[in-house]
């Protein structure tokens, strides 16, 4: 059983900076692509970010893209999103998904695995 733990949201303000972790159960964790999606109230949940298993291939929206980083620990089972330059259209919940496939997706669809979610608000 492979679990996902997200961490890390929060309240802050326009132009601030978080850092989001997830905690991903299971001994595969170094063989999963990984991928961070958001879901604003009344809006479907949109891709962010996707890293691959070796953590040296990246992909990010455009709407994130200069400001969000996406990275990996193998060796701590997690997976960062370091966001900055926050704006108050980043407000949404973030969920943490994991892929057997290894490489990297945008695709919500490619992902067997998700997190509950983590709540990020940006206050203007």
């Known amino acids: 059983q492979v679990q996902l733990v997200e961490s890390g949201g929060g309240l802050v303000q326009a132009g601030g900076s978080l850092r989001l972790s997830c905690a991903v159960s299971g001994r595969t964790f170094s063989t999963y692509g990984m991928g961070w999606f958001r879901q604003a109230p009344g809006k479907e949940r949109q891709f962010v970010s996707t890293i691959n298993w070796s953590g040296h291939t990246t992909y990010y929206a455009d709407s994130v893209k200069g400001r969000f980083t996406i990275s990996r620990d193998n060796a701590k089972n997690t997976v960062y999103l370091q966001m900055n330059s926050l704006k108050p259209e980043d407000t949404a919940v973030y969920y943490c998904?994991?892929?057997?496939?290894?490489?990297?997706?945008?695709?919500?669809?490619?992902?067997?695995?998700w997190g509950q979610g983590t709540q990020v608000t940006v206050s203007s």
């Open positions: 998904a994991a892929t057997e496939f290894g490489g990297i997706s945008s695709i919500a669809r490619a992902y067997q695995y």
